[in-house]
Each structure stands twice: as structure tokens, then as C-alpha cells.
């Protein structure tokens, strides 16, 4: 889910990008995950020849259905929060 939030909140965004934004996840596990939501529909992979190959991983209509759902979790989750926090203070 962390890779769908971080592509709907910078956009279309290069591998290598990518990989410095999702801290704490192997190349190898994210190559593998964008090649699933890729398989899936959720994303788009786009290849450019160039050397060094430069390639670009976006949403797709698809995917930018997801991003309701994960604003709603979102919101869920910092009302939860926020509650949790006041609770603690009061």
C-alpha cells in the first residue's frame, strides 16, 4: 500500500526515486511487488532504451481508483489517531 500512496502523491516516478521514497525495502522486493501491481493493472511501467535504461513506474485508472479507499484509510487512521492522542492528554 505504501507504494500505491507514495505514486499517488508524487506521480509518475522513476525507479530509482522510487526506491530512496520507499525506505527500508530491497530492490529485489520492490521490483518484485511493482511487477505484481503491474501484472494486477494498478500500475504502468514505462522503459525508455537509454543508458542507463530509465524507467518510470505511474498509476493507472486503475490504480487512481485505489487512492479514494487509501484517502479514506488515511483519514480513518489520523481521526484514530488524533482521538488516541487527546484521550492521552485529557
Given at each position: ?30 521490483t518484485?511487488?511493482?511487477?505484481l ?54
Amino acid at each position: 500500500m505504501y507504494i500505491l500512496w507514495v505514486l499517488s502523491t508524487q506521480g509518475a516516478t522513476r525507479f530509482g526515486a522510487l526506491r530512496r521514497l520507499v525506505e527500508g525495502i530491497s530492490t529485489k522486493v520492490l521490483t518484485e511487488r511493482l511487477r505484481l501491481l503491474e501484472q494486477e493493472g494498478i500500475l504502468y511501467r514505462h522503459y525508455e532504451p537509454t543508458v542507463p535504461p530509465q524507467v518510470t513506474y505511474g498509476l493507472t485508472s486503475r490504480g487512481l481508483e485505489l487512492c479514494g479507499v487509501l484517502d479514506q484509510l488515511n483519514g480513518l487512521a489520523e481521526s484514530w489517531y488524533s482521538s488516541q492522542v487527546s484521550g492521552v492528554r485529557g
